[in-house]
Nanobody, 126 residues
Framework: QVQLVESGGGLVQAGGSLRLSCADP????????AGWFRQAPGKEREFVAA????????NYVDSVKGRFTISRDNYKKIFYLQMNSLKPEDTAVYYC???????????????????WGQGAQVTVSS
C-alpha cells in the first residue's frame, strides 16, 4: 500500500551525501513510528533506520551507524534520511515506511509497517 511520497535519490560518488525525504500528505499524521528500508538487486529488503513518533529514540542497521541519520518533522508531516560518507554497497532502492497510527515504537520488521513510499534509487559510484 503506497501512500507516502519520497524524494531525493540520485547518483553520487563514494564519500558523498544525499538526503531522502518522505512526505505523508494523505492521512492524519498521528502517533506512529517511521522507518527506512532498502533493497539491492537480487537481495531481500533490508532494514536501515527507524524513529519513534516523538523522535526520542532511533535505531540503525550496523552498516550505516555513524553515517546515516533519521529524523522527522511532525508539524510538516515529513521524515528524512540523511546519508553521509556513502559507499558503493549502499546502492539500492530506498523505501520509506510508516507504522499504523497508535504504534509509536520502533520495529525492524517490514511486515510491521502499514504504508510505504514508491522507492527512490540511490546509486553510489566508486
Amino acid at each position: 500500500q503506497v501512500q507516502l511520497v519520497e524524494s531525493g535519490g540520485g547518483l553520487v560518488q563514494a564519500g558523498g551525501s544525499l538526503r531522502l525525504s518522505c512526505a505523508d500528505p494523505g492521512r492524519t499524521f498521528s502517533f506512529y513510528a517511521a522507518g527506512w528500508f532498502r533493497q539491492a538487486p537480487g537481495k531481500e529488503r533490508e532494514f536501515v533506520a527507524a524513529i519513534t513518533w516523538s523522535g526520542d529514540n532511533t535505531n540503525y542497521v550496523d552498516s550505516v551507524k555513524g553515517r546515516f541519520t533519521i529524523s522527522r518533522d511532525n508539524y510538516k508531516k515529513i521524515f528524512y534520511l540523511q546519508m553521509n560518507s556513502l559507499k558503493p554497497e549502499d546502492t539500492a532502492v530506498y523505501y520509506c515506511a510508516a507504522r499504523a497510527p497508535g504504534y509509536p515504537g520502533i520495529s525492524v520488521t517490514p511486515q510491521d509497517y502499514r504504508t510505504w513510499g514508491q522507492g527512490a534509487q540511490v546509486t553510489v559510484s566508486s
